[in-house]
């Protein structure tokens, strides 16, 4: 087997491992997670202009199909580490029946979640909603019953996305998922406002754009022409892979409910101030997961091809220009200091708590962007069972812990975001000590 700096020998096809390939497939990759939290925010926009009940069932209701994307993208990274590496070994047909197993696993999922939304939308909306009037809670079990219906096309389209990314082609699911989606953005208030159906006509345009996302990949594979026969093993293989990346997941969710739990406690400018540096974190953390699903493909692809020195050189590659990117966003916003937070609040209170965190915000990008990248090394290389437990520690050994001290010790927001960073660099140090252990190399090497 012969190799290059810049590239993985694959029986038949050169895979290139340069700067330009790995951008090649993270910036389409990046448009396609950035489609769905852009359609959330037109949606936003689309019921807020009929006022505060809508708005407020929608903000009821919109969380429950987060979560559902979110399952759906847990199958995603666990399929495109697995379909890459049949790929990376020549097999094509191999990589693709991962997406077929995939596919019926999400159909199933998808299947049973709409099903049981039809009964449990209420009760989720009530318990949700609170305090909230009979009203909102109402118009929430009604959007989630609707919406809900797309939920099997909403993990479809994850389902293909992760064989897709695994078989390096992020270019026909960036049009798969763009298309439905500017449909549904145009839907949306058609629907809403000329045809009068207001908050129903929101979970029409939704439930139709995740269908037809679903049919389109649903379609793609049928193209390939391999055996669509669901087969249990695989599946059940799927499925734990998928089990220790939802565990690593709730580990994420129970630390930052955590922590803006302890932001609540001191006070409103607090968590008001806690809301805008989060959000401005899950955004950078969506760029840079665009990077991890580079390191995906290409580390999966190198594995499954038996070469360990060029997954090294991808490992290596990906994490510079992850650190390089996070050195970007940390520039960006240490010259928005004061500035930034204002876009979001007018309230001088509420800008003054932001100032607390702002350094730490800024000082955990460049470590944020290599984490991000050898995470997706790892998820690549199919070492999803180390991801779960090095997150576990540093979530319950560090992240949990210092955000309680932070409000014991009344060391403020500035203590709950130093938390936060201890986070990232416990991942930081466990990622590069598994880096230079070459575990990762054995293990996917053997799967």
Known sequence: MSETADSVTVPGKPVEASARRIAGLALPALVVLAAEPLYVLVDTAVLGHLGAVPLAALAVGGPVMTLVAWIGTVTAYGTTGRAARRFGYGDRAAAVAEGVQSSWLALGTGLLMAVVMQFAAGPLARTLAGGESPEVVDGAALWLRIAA?????????????????????????????????????????????????????????????????????????????????????VIGQQLVLSRDLLIRGVAFQVSFLSATTVAARIGVAAVGAHQIALQLWFFTALLLDALAIAAQSLVGAALGAGDAESARLLARRVAVVGGVCGVGFAVLIGAGTGIIPSWFSADPQVRDQAMLAWPWFVLMQPLAGVVFALDGVLIGAGDVRYMRDLTIVGALGGFLPAIWLSYLLDLGLGGIWAGLTLFIVIRLVGLLLRMRSGRWLVLGATR
Do not use: H, K
Request: hydrophobic letters at 55%.
């Open 149 to 233: 219906i797309g939920a099997p096309g909403l993990l479809l389209a994850a389902a293909g996305n992760g064989w897709m990314r695994g078989v390096q082609d992020t270019r026909r699911p960036l049009w798969f998922v763009l298309g439905p989606n500017l449909l549904s953005a145009i839907l949306c208030p058609l629907l809403v406002y000329p045809a009068g159906l207001g908050l129903v006509g929101s979970a029409i345009a939704n439930a139709t754009a995740q269908l037809l996302c679903g049919m389109l990949f649903a379609g793609a594979l049928v193209a390939e022409r391999v055996a669509l026969t669901p087969r249990p093993r």
